[in-house]
């Protein structure tokens, strides 16, 4: 089983510095509570870390095959 990361944007963009909008945007995250599901590595994890007061993150188990 592969490890997967779900994304969730849980507060606003607006009024946030324009790193932190590209960082979004980059992992996907456009509006108010859309979700993305990246694998876990590294360069993801490091996003996630500039975000971490802006999203919600959840651990998932995906079958690959």
Do not use: F, Y
């Not at 980059?26 to 979700?35: N, T």
């Amino acid at each position: 089983m592969a490890r997967k990361l779900k994304v969730t944007l849980v507060r606003s963009l607006i009024g946030r510095p324009e790193k932190q909008r590209r960082t979004a945007q980059a992992l996907g995250l456009r509006k108010l509570h859309s979700h993305a599901i990246k694998d876990d590595t590294p360069s993801i994890r490091g996003m996630i870390r500039k975000l971490e007061h802006l999203v919600s993150v959840e651990e998932i188990d995906v079958q690959e095959g």
